[in-house]
């Protein structure tokens, strides 16, 4: 098992390719993870129907974006 102290033996590229494979990880992973959580909760809001001034709103600025740009919708 390698303690702390180990680390200071490995080569310099080969703590940048961990740090970085590692925080790239990082980050895919709360990416998802967040994806996940608001889909859901997009979802679970949509069936509950407790604000349905939220679709009002959303269902008035596609018909304005719309009525702007024609040629979006062919």
């Known amino acids: ?4 102290h180990d680390n200071i033996n490995k080569p310099l590229k080969r703590i940048f390719i961990n740090n ?3 925080g790239i990880a ?3 992973g709360a990416t ?3 994806g996940i959580l608001l889909a859901f909760f997009g ?3 949509s069936q509950i129907n407790l604000i349905p001034v939220i679709g ?3 269902s008035d ?3 304005f974006v719309v009525y702007n740009n024609p ?3 062919k």
Do not use: C
């Open 56 to 58: 009002v709103f959303v």
């Open 32 to 34: 998802v993870g967040a």
């Open 26 to 28: 990082w980050g895919l």
């Open 71 to 73: 040629n979006l919708i």
């Open 1 to 4: 098992m390698e303690t702390k």
């Open 61 to 63: 600025i596609f018909k």
């Open 43 to 45: 979802f679970l809001l």
């Open 20 to 22: 970085f494979v590692g």
